[in-house]
Nanobody, 122 residues
Framework: QVQLVESGGGLVQAGGSLRLSCAAS????????MGWFRQAPGKEREFVAT???????IYADSVKGRFTISRDNAKNTAYLQMNSLKPEDTALYSC????????????????WGQGTQVTVSS
């Protein structure tokens, strides 16, 4: 079993920054790609970013240049650094894991955390 726990969400003013963390336990963390997804009320789940087991990254166009995904395998933790936050970034952010390479499709991820709320005020 792989357990994922997100933290770091909160309320921030537009233009501010937050860093989300995703702590993993269980099966081999270093062999998994980690992804971040978000979902706002009344909207579909949206891909944000992913980082593969070898460090390759993919970002949604809406967050390129503002968000950075990273991982620390020694700590079994993935991160999402969010800068220049906008009100439209407001959502429940969830991390997920799948074997090896990252993808954009949430259905291709096997394990999910409970999510952490990010709210950006204007």
């Amino acid at each position: 079993q792989v357990q994922l726990v997100e933290s770091g969400g909160g309320l921030v003013q537009a233009g501010g920054s937050l860093r989300l963390s995703c702590a993993a336990s269980g099966r081999t963390f270093s062999s998994y790609a980690m992804g971040w997804f978000r979902q706002a009320p009344g909207k579909e789940r949206e891909f944000v970013a992913t980082i593969g087991w070898s460090g390759g990254t993919i970002y949604a166009d809406s967050v390129k240049g503002r968000f950075t995904i990273s991982r620390d395998n020694a700590k079994n933790t993935a991160y999402l650094q969010m800068n220049s936050l906008k009100p439209e970034d407001t959502a429940l952010y969830s991390c997920a894991a799948r074997p090896l390479r990252g993808t954009r499709r949430p259905t291709e991820y096997d394990y999910w955390g409970q999510g952490t709320q990010v709210t950006v005020s204007s």
